[in-house]
């Protein structure tokens, strides 16, 4: 479901990054995260019920999502502007550069800390959802 959720952000983000502001940017990026730790927290609430392994396995992949979903729309981005073979030239160059690019703040400098801040929204709520969910249904299993 994690991957779902980044692919369909990624389009988004493909369809719409040539209008996008740094503010509406950062708003998808969180946006993002907390909708697929809900997805992801649900599902492992579903199906891990009490399980902490379960709940921690889906705060991972939660925000392994959210930086993802960031990091695969670089390339399709870079594919629409230019050339798909643009992409091949990113990985030789620079194979990391989507990563450099998430982690870095071009416009202040330093570190655009809207990324940790995602991963950790993501990890928090789809820990919180498959505990609350889990316990819900750990009950009456």
């Known amino acids: 479901m994690s991957v779902v959720v980044s692919l369909l952000y990624s389009i988004l983000i ?4 040539k209008e996008q502001s ?3 940017a950062h708003t998808l990026y969180l946006a993002h995260a907390a909708v697929n730790a809900l997805v992801v927290g ?3 609430g579903l199906m891990g019920h009490r399980s902490t392994g379960a709940h921690v396995g889906g705060a991972v992949v939660a ?3 959210a930086f993802f979903g960031f990091t695969n ?4 981005i ?3 502007s230019q050339a798909p073979a643009a992409i091949g030239d990113m990985m030789e160059a620079d194979p990391f550069l989507p990563a450099k690019i998430w982690w870095n703040d071009e416009i202040g400098g330093g570190v655009d800390w809207f990324s940790p801040l995602g991963l950790v929204l ?3 709520v789809a820990w919180g959802i498959a505990h609350l969910i889990g316990r819900s249904r750990g009950r009456g299993a």
Do not use: Q
């Not at 493909?14 to 990054?17: F, N």
């Open 14 to 17: 493909l369809a719409t990054y």
């Open 22 to 24: 740094a503010t509406a």
């Open 42 to 44: 649900a599902v492992v």
């Open 63 to 65: 925000a392994l999502g």
């Open 73 to 76: 729309s670089l390339p399709l």
């Open 78 to 80: 870079l594919a629409e």
């Open 122 to 124: 993501a990890a928090a």
